[in-house]
RNA sequence: AGGCGUGUAGCUCAGUGGGAGAGCACUACCCUGACACGGUAGUGGUCAAGAGUUCAAAUCUCUUCACGCCUACCA
């Protein structure tokens, strides 16, 4: 680091210090988390990223919030550990590798299985996790030894010993099931893969020729193609229309189906006659097995139609629907059609319409997991932050469907369950067999991978070292704290706490932070296609990690969205050399740190401060612990530009330039404390720009990173200084704004009067005279206890204590004045007014409690006060225009 | 269809029973020896609309309107 005592840059050179400073903390192990080490454990398992992914806004937010309530409570003393780690992504990571194959003209299933994940794990090894690099730059300080990866071997082996344990006990199972599959990931997906996007589509009503001479009947598709798998056609028991009908013929396979009855059938909806094609859509599976129908497919899982469509076999699902159509109009069995607005099933990932298909998979029974973890949020094991969240979590988890956990990819933790091909049995097992251990017939294993949210379920404990009995696990499990956005709690949150509870009998964090989505600045979801993707690295490099983590705090606390804009960052990098230059100025008047315990302070502006900053640290604290970053911001903000640099610098300049030693020392130390108890504040949300000018401060030692957190001294309160600051606020105000409203020329020195009939307040402000002039631009300031003193042509502003008289001078312009000063009067009328009336309601008296009542009191006075000036004042232009005339 | 949420200054948002606020933007003036990425003083709002409860409503209740999100079995 550079010697303390050289000068400081005119701008803080964050690409430089940023790099520097991290590098140290990474050097000296601060990040590291030791379970031998006492205090209260407070840990925090990252939301592993994707290990193809790139650092996005989400990223950035989430591990800023992260990395603040890490530093925090570092600072506070407990034994803190951060878990970072990536996600092995299983159909994200795949299909990025097949991409970069197909551009060597190579599939995977020429590569084979085996070589396939090879290649896998070597483009893990070469491009996987760049965003861990990425996060350094943001300034996370996780402890990166015990860095983790969803397919490492330990991870790999928790996945297994939990799965083989909830299908012994009975929660998972192999069922034959319509799933939802993507036709063109080649992979069935779970329920809440799926996205409904709302698509204009066409209802097509078909008729179905009767059996022997019956009537027909027509029913309302908007699916022709699948009419080859139709097994029946349901109407409802209620429906008088279709008593007589028994059985009608499918369309161009004309196999006889019967006419069933079941209440799922809406009469209002098309002709209320509904086609049953239990293999290709939910509900008709479930009709299907009411009614104990067959069951078979027509759509392949290309998406193309099989035999059983006769002629059409092998046509796309959808290029097959204009020449079915056709047909049937030729057969005159398309009887109308008519345009509809649906919500369509598509995949996630490639946004394929999803094909609703029979098909052999593992499914976890969720339902008692569920309850288990909705009990946890009720008797309030667990809280979620903010709390409006937990009806959208119940709704979720009280009508929870099993999950589909089984994807046909080859990149994921394959399924440990091996097939006999001679007894035909199937084995769930810890380990690899040989042959089968019923009867040592050969053995097929699952070519089947787990849904890549499995592994991620067991995070908070397998990232521990669980299975093993180890120390990490003993110490920091659960875990404290959960951070994340809302758009995950179904996949990952919520399964967490139903793995967390069934495997480890104990939740797996306490609390549940929810962060915005962010959002461009007009709110647009962020998409490579829109092009309104702002990259936060290029955030970081224009305008300092400090200054993004700052802005995304202070956005933290906002609804749903967190809108980012480029400006917004701007705004606060001007905060951060606002700081900067608080140090330029600073940092040359210290001598070294101040002797402990902190001296009281002596003089008017240290007591002020000080009480200030009490205020402010205690506010800062509550902010965090609450998870309210957003007013932690604000609350730092405001102290350190308005009252730290504003008025403390200000006040403290005299003393600070002033001759006597004495004084000087004790205002240094005074500044010292400040100061540094300032950085301390701000550096869980600001680390870099801190953390570099601590090592400034002379004498400072170690790190700022490990330096004590500061809890507020209540005993800095002082609520005389602050009412002693603030009458030299009221005069100098009253002067600028004197100067200000009259147009008084920049360069003229006023001379105003102060006027008060409080000695005690004359000789404060008589005593902070020098000072005063300055910051209100004046050539003296006098003193009287006389209200009939008044110099002719000077502006009076009225104080509850007293008047400042601030004679005018130079051009004016009276006719706007006097249009300002008639618009001011009006308002304090009304307010006035408004005042009077509630203290002539009996009602309010009587009722209101009586320091409200007092405090309207008070305020009746206050306008009355700023009524008399601003009546001076107009008087005064009144007089001025006459004279002018 | 149901659920959740939002509506406050030009923009982004804080404020959950008692003075309508912040940042940015805007206006005027000022390079005063840390900082013009600065300072000082200002402009700007029927708190979506309506009704109710209350001595008192941006805040609580109801209704309406607008927007957003989530969930869902209307083929």
């Known amino acids: 680091m550079p010697s303390p005592n050289e000068t400081l840059s005119k701008t803080f050179e964050r690409h430089e210090a940023e790099k520097r400073v991290y590098a140290l903390w990474e050097e000296n192990n601060l990040f590291r988390a030791d379970p031998a080490r006492p205090g209260e454990p407070f840990v925090i398992v990252i939301p592993p990223p994707n290990v193809t ?37 299983g159909i994200a990571t795949q299909a990025v590798v097949e991409r970069s194959l197909a551009a060597e003209g190579v599939t995977r299933q020429e590569l084979g299985r085996e070589k396939f994940l090879e290649k896998v794990w070597a483009w893990k090894e070469e491009f996987g996790g760049k965003i861990i690099g990425q996060l350094k730059r943001l300034g996370a300080s996780c402890d990166w030894s015990r860095e983790r990866f969803t397919m490492d071997a330990g991870l790999s082996r928790a996945v297994r010993e939990v799965f083989v344990t909830l299908y012994e006990d009975g929660l998972i199972r192999q069922e034959d099931y319509v799933i939802n599959w993507c036709p063109r990931c080649q992979t069935a997906l779970s329920d809440i893969e799926v996205e409904r996007e709302d698509r204009e589509g066409t ?32 109407v409802n028991p209620q429906d008088a229309r279709y008593r007589d009908h028994k059985f009608v013929k499918v369309p161009f396979v004309n196999r006889a189906v019967p006419v069933i009855f079941d209440s799922y059938v809406d009469m209002e909806f098309g002709t209320g006659a509904l086609k049953v094609t ?52 030729a057969k005159g069995l398309l009887a ?32 008692s997991l569920a309850k288990s973890a909705a009990d946890a949020v009720r008797d309030g094991r667990i809280k979620i932050v903010p709390s409006s969240w937990e009806n959208t979590f119940f709704n979720w988890m009280d009508n929870i469907r099993d999950w589909c956990v089984s994807r046909q990819l080859w990149w994921g933790h394959q399924i440990p369950a091996w097939k006999c091909a001679s007894c035909g049995k199937t084995h769930v097992l810890r380990e690899d067999p040989t042959d089968c251990p019923d009867c040592h017939g050969p053995l097929a294993r699952d070519p089947d991978v787990l849904d890549t949210w499995f592994s991620s379920g067991l995070w908070p404990f397998s990232t521990l070292g669980w299975p093993d009995e180890t120390e990490d696990l003993k110490r920091y499990y659960p875990t404290t704290v959960l951070v994340t956005g809302f758009d995950i709690i179904f996949f990952w949150v919520a399964r967490m706490m139903m793995m967390g509870l069934k495997i480890m009998k104990e939740v797996p964090f306490r609390t549940v932070v929810l962060h915005p989505l962010v959002r461009d600045a007009s709110g647009q979801k962020m998409s490579k296609s829109k092009g309104n993707v702002i990259d936060p690295l290029t955030i970081i490099d224009e305008y300092g990690a400090d200054a993004f983590r700052f802005t995304l705090a202070s956005q933290a606390g906002s609804g749903r969205d967190l809108k980012l804009s480029a400006e917004r960052v701007a705004g606060y990098s001007r905060f951060i050399t606002k700081l900067w230059n608080a140090a330029r100025f600073a940092l040359p008047l210290l ?44 609350t730092l903000y405001h102290f350190i530009w308005d009252e730290f640099c504003d008025w403390y610098l200000e006040l403290a300049k005299p003393l600070l330039y002033g001759d006597d030693p004495k004084l000087k020392e004790s205002a240094a130390q005074n500044l010292y404390a400040v100061f540094s108890e300032t950085l301390a504040l701000l550096h869980p949300i600001a680390p870099f720009v801190t953390e570099e000018l601590y090592s400034r401060l002379p004498g400072a030692k170690g790190f700022l ?169 107009r008087d005064l232009i009144g007089d001025l225009t006459r004279a002018a005339r």
């Open 53 to 89: 992914g790139n650092l996005h806004m989400g990223h950035a937010l989430d591990n800023t919030l992260q990395d603040a309530l890490i530093r925090f409570h570092r600072m506070l003393g407990d034994n803190t550990l951060w878990i970072p780690g990536t996600d092995h992504a």
């Open 203 to 234: 209802l097509y009503y078909i008729v179905y020729e009767g059996v022997d001479g019956a009537p027909p009947l027509t029913v309302a598709t908007t699916r022709p193609e699948t009419v080859f798998a139709d097994v029946a056609v349901a």
């Open 278 to 329: 239990p293999a290709h859509d939910g509900n008709d599976f479930k009709i299907g097995k009411r009614h104990d129908l067959p069951i078979f497919s027509c759509v392949d899982k290309d998406g193309r139609l099989n035999r059983e469509t006769g002629p059409y076999e092998g046509l796309d699902r959808f290029a097959s629907r204009a020449v079915i159509l056709a047909d049937l109009e």
């Open 336 to 367: 109308k059609t008519e345009p509809l607005q649906h919500a369509l099933g598509v995949c996630y990932r490639c946004r394929t319409p999803i094909e609703p298909l029979l098909s052999l998979q593992w499914f976890v029974k969720t339902e």
């Open 591 to 634: 001598q070294g740190p101040p002797p402990t315990p902190l001296p009281k302070p002596q003089t008017l502006p240290d007591q002020w401060i000080r009480s200030r900053l009490a205020v402010a640290t205690m506010a800062v604290n509550a902010a965090l612990r609450e998870f309210s970053f957003d007013r932690a911001a604000e």
């Open 705 to 873: 990173m490990v330096a004590p957190f500061p809890r507020g001294r209540a005993e800095d309160r002082d609520e005389a200084a602050e009412k002693n600051v603030g009458y030299l606020m009221d005069v100098c105000r009253a002067v600028r704004q004197t100067r200000a409203d009259f147009g008084l020329a920049p360069g003229a020195k006023v001379a105003p009067v102060v006027q008060s009939s409080d000695g005690e307040i004359l000789s404060l402000l008589r005593e902070r005279a020098p000072l005063l002039l300055k910051l209100m631009g004046a050539s003296s300031l006098s003193f009287s206890g006389d209200p009939g003193a008044k110099p002719a042509d000077a502006a009076t502003v009225i104080h509850a204590w007293g008047e400042v008289w601030t004679p005018l001078a130079g051009q004016i312009d009276l006719e706007a004045e006097m249009g300002k000063r008639l618009k001011e009067i009006a308002k304090l009328e009304k307010e006035l007014a408004a005042a009077r009336q509630k203290l002539q309601n009996p009602a309010y008296v009587r009722k209101a409690p009586p320091e409200i009542v007092e405090e309207t009191r008070e305020k009746l006075a206050s306008a009355e006060i700023r009524l008399q000036s601003a009546q001076r004042s």
